[in-house]
């Protein structure tokens, strides 16, 4: 069976895939003239995820790729059938044979992530044209996160946010607040004129801490989240917006 072309755009069953794995050791979407490993910063942050990677938390993965803005191929369980999809955080875009946003939402709740490896792609504008696909292949990541935030199988905080610490809307990498409607639109406009705690802010109509957990790890992905902590001996939260020198610190 011939390895896939990124600019296919017809999405492999799970059956052929796992073949495909047991075959050759690759999902067949990396190139292979491409770097074999991930870097091995990104990869060890990756293996602390054991228990969450196996579970296949692609929130938690993309936090991570978010964090040390690595490029990542991630093959994602979506239904029966496998989506690829190259994270570049740098370049805050993702390239996917196919839009994201047609996967349904019922089976972003049971997304699962099969591989992590090195990006098959280079993104647009790179030197190494010839691994550049086409550019409609590529679209901006921000959306993507929110989806995957709000509708994918996570639905508890994630542990950069987590703990005893208020939360702010700030504008995001766009420089503006997302759009988003009914009572996740209207949590994000109170957030922006006050500073809450999970436990308030799973209060307010229309919300629960489940609601609230999803939103916060939206915001948070995609640089609209200020995290304020209420104890003195925290960390800084790390934040990753591009262009984020000087913006949207976390104050203790």
């Given at each position: ?41 990104l990869l060890a942050d990756l293996q602390n995820l054991q228990g969450d990677l196996f579970r296949g ?29 190259t994270l570049f955080p740098s370049q805050m875009l993702y390239h996917s044979p196919r839009d994201m ?152």
């Amino acid at each position: 069976m011939p390895l896939r072309d990124f600019e296919d755009s017809t999405l492999w069953r799970i059956s052929a895939f796992e073949r495909m794995r047991l075959q050759t050791g690759s999902s067949g979407f990396a190139r292979l003239e491409g770097p074999t490993v991930l870097p091995t910063t990104l990869l060890a942050d990756l293996q602390n995820l054991q228990g969450d990677l196996f579970r296949g938390d692609v929130l938690d993965i993309m936090a991570v790729c978010l964090r040390h803005r690595e490029a990542a191929l991630m093959c994602l369980q979506h239904e029966q059938l496998v989506w690829p999809v190259t994270l570049f955080p740098s370049q805050m875009l993702y390239h996917s044979p196919r839009d994201m946003a047609e996967a349904s939402v019922n089976g972003l709740a049971s997304l699962k992530v099969l591989t992590v490896e090195p990006p098959g792609v280079k993104p647009p504008g790179h030197w190494m044209h010839e691994r550049v696909a086409h550019v409609d292949q590529y679209r901006p990541l921000v959306p993507l996160l929110w989806s995957m935030a709000l509708h994918g199988p996570r639905g508890n905080v994630l542990s950069e946010i987590g703990g005893r610490s208020n939360y702010r809307a700030v504008n995001g990498l766009d420089g503006e607040l997302p759009k988003v409607t009914g009572a996740l639109g209207s949590a994000v406009q109170r957030l922006r004129r006050e500073s809450s705690s999970l436990r308030d802010i799973a209060s307010w109509p229309g919300m629960s801490v489940e609601r609230a957990n999803r939103l916060l790890n939206a915001m948070y992905l995609s640089g609209n989240l200020m995290v304020i902590r209420t104890q003195s001996t925290a960390p800084p939260r790390p934040y990753f917006g591009a262009g984020s020198a000087g913006k949207n610190k976390t104050r203790r």
